[in-house]
DNA sequence: TTTATTTACTAAACACTGTTCATTAAATTT
DNA sequence: AAATTTAATGAACAGTGTTTAGTAAATAAA
């Protein structure tokens, strides 16, 4: 039976092709305008169709926002070729902030949009942010590392963790939601940004 | 011509039921439901009365969170009551976070939220964010004067505030959009979110 | 007081949104 | 060749922010 295998490969051709145009939509044309009706139209399909392969819109976001997360890891992917430990954690802030700043809708949909956690909700109870916990586990590593050599003046690796996760989430929520800008002093955002997780690393040291 | 003045009360009067009702219906009902047709429904008048009075959404929606800061500033108000500089510094932070997580509709509109920014940027070219503004002097006048007595290990003021806000934006914005209850580790937010704010000052401590 | 004008308000429409469902047409199985 | 399963859609529903032409009341002018 070929066929049945055939279909099922059709069908996941279909899931992927709405997915990647999603995708296409989201990143080239931003959040606001990504909806059902505009990615139903660059497949030429009815937006009805793309309910027979994600269940509703949360579901495809959440796809869209793995995607998102797959580019940060391999962002973050290239760190192990830092030798100290110390610029090794200054390098995932500063990488963390920059994929922020260069891909703000992506960063938006994966840490600040309620979408993708709406769709976890929805998918079973008790269901966990795997790709979230990831990252997060990523920069664990990387603080453990720091700690174990005695480079930190902290030795609570979830709180130091979560910490330096706020501080770096919020720099790159205040600057894509516009909170930075409407400010008199008007400042490099980039060059802030820099100084600031610098002021975090030298607070942190030993 | 007293006829002239009392229109002009009406007006305001107006003005001030809109934006009352919308105030009610958004910390009731929450963003989602703060449509300009419930709105009119509740005081009663037809949505087009309402642009009469507001530009678009967005305008009314910036008066909202101007109401927000009226209330996060009178929070910080009895900070003055405390002497100890450290202990003030580490109140601010603690009467931020708790603010947020008390009125997490109200902090997601004044902080995270696009609208109040898109409607201050089409007001006027330049037009700036003056209640941000203010919360903002706040945390800075608090580190200048810890700074002044040499009880921070930092030295430029306007780099370690951001820092701070950053960070407590940070810890608000992860709570509120969902980012920590899906980890797997369930964990009481509240004493994690006080944990770190020590860690911070710990930190940024001489 | 009657006429003219300004003011306050609204019904209805426009262009969107996510989502559902009965119907149709094609592919597959019997 | 007939019956059944599958895939796709047109059309609708209920909602959104916003605009505009038209109405009725209040005020000003004659």
């Known amino acids: ?11 996941q051709e279909m899931r992927e092709l709405i ?3 999603a995708r296409q939509v989201f ?7 990504t909806s ?4 139903a139209d ?4 009815s937006p009805a169709t793309i309910y027979l392969y994600y269940k509703d819109k949360d579901q495809l976001l959440f796809a869209i926002h793995e995607l998102g997360f797959d580019a940060l890891l391999a962002s973050f992917q290239t760190l192990q070729e830092i030798a100290d430990p110390l610029e090794r954690f200054r390098q ?9 700043i260069n891909n703000p809708e992506m960063y938006d949909l994966m840490f600040i949009s309620y979408s993708p956690m709406n769709a976890l909700e929805k998918a079973q109870e ?24 005695g480079l930190l003046r902290t030795n609570d690796l979830y709180v130091t ?21 409407a400010f008199p002093e008007h400042l490099n955002t980039q060059q802030l940004m820099d100084q600031s997780l610098d002021l975090l690393i030298t607070s942190l040291k030993v």
Chains 1, 2 share one sequence.
């Open 126 to 149: 008790g269901s966990t942010w795997d790709c979230g916990y990831q990252s997060f586990h990523t920069l664990c590593s990387i603080i453990q590392e720091n700690m174990d050599q």
């Open 92 to 100: 995932l802030g500063h990488r963390y902030v920059q994929f922020a």
């Open 27 to 33: 990143i080239e044309e931003g959040y606001e305008k």
């Open 1 to 11: 039976m070929g066929i049945q295998e055939r279909k099922e490969r059709e069908k």
């Open 19 to 21: 997915l990647q145009t």
């Open 161 to 181: 963790a979560l910490s330096v996760w706020s501080f770096v989430h919020g720099l790159a929520c205040l600057h894509i939601r516009n909170r930075l800008k």
């Open 36 to 39: 059902i009706r505009t990615i």
């Open 42 to 45: 660059r497949i030429e399909y």
